[in-house]
């Protein structure tokens, strides 16, 4: 599920370093404390580029580099950024995260 920024309906988000979008925001989060989050990002110099300008460090945030990191985990949440629409793996990547995040 994709939730957009600021207000803005899903099927009408874009995203870029600048605009993003998240998905599965779990509200149980702030109960859990630490929680790795994934950012899928068109490459990885975005996520990279994500990274600092958010201030976040690579321990909490993990590149989505292939669809099988995903694989086997539940409640996957984090950001999409950049170019990662065009990736060749993306519908790959969004069947995992439904997967992880099936109840």
Do not use: C
């Not at 099927?11 to 790795?36: E, Y």
């Not at 950049?82 to 990547?93: L, Q």
């Amino acid at each position: 599920m994709i939730v957009a920024k600021s207000g803005e309906h899903a099927s009408n988000a874009t995203s870029s370093i600048h605009s993003l979008n998240t998905f599965d925001i779990n509200q149980n989060d702030k109960l859990i404390g630490f929680t790795t989050k994934y950012i899928i990002a068109g490459n990885y110099s975005e996520y990279n580029a994500f990274l600092k300008r958010k201030k976040f460090n690579t321990e909490e945030y993990k590149f989505v580099y292939n669809p099988s990191i995903l694989k086997g985990l539940k409640n996957v949440h984090g950001y999409y950024v950049g170019s990662w629409k065009t990736r060749t793996d993306i519908d790959e990547i969004k069947s995992a995260i439904e997967d992880a995040n099936l109840y």
